[in-house]
Every structure is written in C-alpha cells, then in structure tokens.
C-alpha cells in the first residue's frame, strides 16, 4: 500500500514544476520578426480605392469631386466585417471606374472625419454628391445594395 503522506510533497512539486512550465511556454515571446508580420505598406498608386491618409487630403477629394459621386469607406484594421467587404467594393470600384470616386477612411487614425459622418458603426459606406450625403450603408450588405445606391445618385 502507498502511503499518501510521503506521496503528497512529491505531487505538489510535480504539480508545481508543470505549472511554471506552462506558464514559461505561454508567455513566450513570438520569435517572427515584426517586419515579417507587419502588413506591407499601402501606397495610392495604381489603385482603384486609394485610401486617404490626412484630413487636408479629404478636404481636397471634396472640393475637387464637384457633382461626382464619392463613395467614402470608413473602416478600422482590427473590424472583421470590414475585411470581409472591401473586397465587394473593389469589386464595385473597378466596374465604376471613373464614373465613381471610391476612398477609403481608417476611423482610429481619423476619427475627426468619422464623426463628421456620424458613424456609429462600421463598416461605415457614405455615399457623397455635391458635398451632401445622398445614401449611407452600414454593417456588411449585399453587393446589390450598394449598386442600387450607385445608380440612384450617380446621374
């Protein structure tokens, strides 16, 4: 028969150890270089939705646009739902081009113009003609709500 009261001190040390280990291996730190997960770095050339980096270059898109529609992304890295609808409006962008200006917002990096739209939540698409909001879409909505939006303020 195992006496339990010699055994005890050997547990609560295995016990002990098992715990530290973990918590050595949990708090470990990545070992990948940040520069191999930092996202690359976006730049506006050659792009169907440029992304606007100052609150002078949006001031500038509104008064340069005169009566063409502005379809204005506002959006935050860390919003899931935000990465799942850029791709519909490139998509959109791309059959647009030309006829629609297409611009993306980040919020946490301009929150002055977040407020300006009043956003409440993201992702936030505001449709901009003549300097006036002629249409919003918030949350992720089907490719079609955003056409039927397109062509009702386009002309």
Not at 104 to 129: S, W
Not at 136 to 148: C, F, H, N, R, S
Request: net charge positive.
């Amino acid at each position: 028969m195992i006496n339990n009261n010699k055994q005890a001190p050997k547990m609560i040390k295995l016990a002990a150890l098992i715990f530290i280990f973990t918590i050595s291996y949990c708090t470990k730190k990545n070992d990948v270089p940040s520069t191999q997960i930092a996202p690359a770095s976006i730049t506006n050339e050659n792009r169907i939705v440029s992304i606007i980096s100052s609150e002078d270059e949006f001031n500038k898109i509104m008064e340069k646009a005169g009566n063409k529609l502005i379809i204005f992304d506002l959006y935050a890295d860390w919003c899931i739902p935000c990465k799942i609808l850029s791709p519909t409006l490139e998509k959109i962008a791309e059959s647009n081009k030309g006829a629609v200006l297409f611009y993306k917002i980040n919020i946490d990096r301009l929150p002055h113009i977040a407020q300006t739209f009043g956003v409440r939540g993201i992702p936030h698409v505001a449709f901009i003609k003549n300097k006036a909001v002629v249409a919003t879409l918030v949350g992720v909505q089907p490719e079609e709500a955003y056409l039927k939006a397109i062509a009702e303020n386009s002309n």
